[in-house]
């Protein structure tokens, strides 16, 4: 049983284009929520990250946005570029454990 | 810094073999930690280590074992290789417990037949 619920699983969206993904979890002792990129073949690599006491943390073109009392939160690709095409996980973490959602692969159209 | 370091790219074992994938790190990080990639599940952890000679079990444990006698090398062994274990398998190291970026090696892609 997954800790962390990810959607969609895929999703494609043209250049210049806003991708959306949105991740849920019930575990409150969660306390530090990353987001990974994995490009095919490669390992996955550390994108963007939110602690619970920020709303919103926006770094580039990618914006997590943190709903503590929905146990929601999500990862807003603005601009989305073909470069940006890969698969996107979030994750969250407690006791020094890593949980992380089932991914969300990105198809960017030129 | 060659970061994290994974041997072998590929392999392909019979069912009931047993085998060793090796982890490396040169970046002093005291974390280290094995998962498992499968297809709509994500990555899910198998075994950790917060220091040499500290272990402990993740989420899918079974059926592996890891040890950490030096703070470079975590390797995780197969005992009795079976066709369920047939995964992507990442190694990946933080500089400490409480550091949060965690670095990921290529990964292993096992077939057990």
């Known amino acids: 049983q997954q800790q962390v619920k990810q959607s969609p699983q895929s999703l494609i969206v043209q250049k210049g284009g806003i991708s959306i993904i949105n991740c849920a979890y019930e575990?409150?002792?969660?306390?530090?929520f990353p987001w990974y990129q994995q490009f095919p073949g490669k390992g996955p690599a550390l994108l963007i990250a939110?602690?619970?006491?920020?709303s919103e943390k926006k770094e580039g073109r990618f914006t997590i946005s943190f709903n503590k009392s929905a146990k929601q939160f999500s990862l807003h690709i603005m601009d989305s570029q073909p470069g940006d095409s890969a698969t996107y996980f979030c994750?969250?973490?407690?006791?020094?454990?890593?949980?992380f959602g089932a991914g969300t692969t990105v198809t960017v159209r030129a | 810094n060659a970061g994290v370091t994974q041997t072998p790219k590929f392999q392909v074992l019979k069912t009931g073999q047993s085998m060793t994938l090796q982890c490396a790190q040169d970046?002093?990080?005291?974390?280290m930690s094995w998962y498992r990639q499968d297809p709509g599940m994500g990555l899910r952890l198998i075994h950790y280590?917060?220091?040499?000679?500290?272990?402990d079990q993740g989420e899918v444990p079974n059926g592996y074992n890891v040890s950490r006698s030096t703070t470079e090398d975590f390797p995780l062994r197969l005992l009795s290789a079976a066709p369920s274990q047939t995964s992507v398998y990442f190694c990946?190291?933080?500089?400490?417990?409480?550091?949060?970026?965690?670095?990921f090696g290529p990964g292993t892609r096992l077939t057990v037949l």
């Open positions: 939110i602690r619970p006491d920020v």
């Open positions: 575990n409150t002792a969660f306390d530090y």
């Open positions: 970046m002093n990080h005291e974390y």
């Open positions: 994750a969250a973490r407690s006791d020094y454990k890593l949980s």
């Open positions: 990946a190291s933080s500089l400490a417990v409480i550091h949060n970026e965690q670095f």
């Open positions: 280590s917060v220091g040499a000679g500290i272990t």
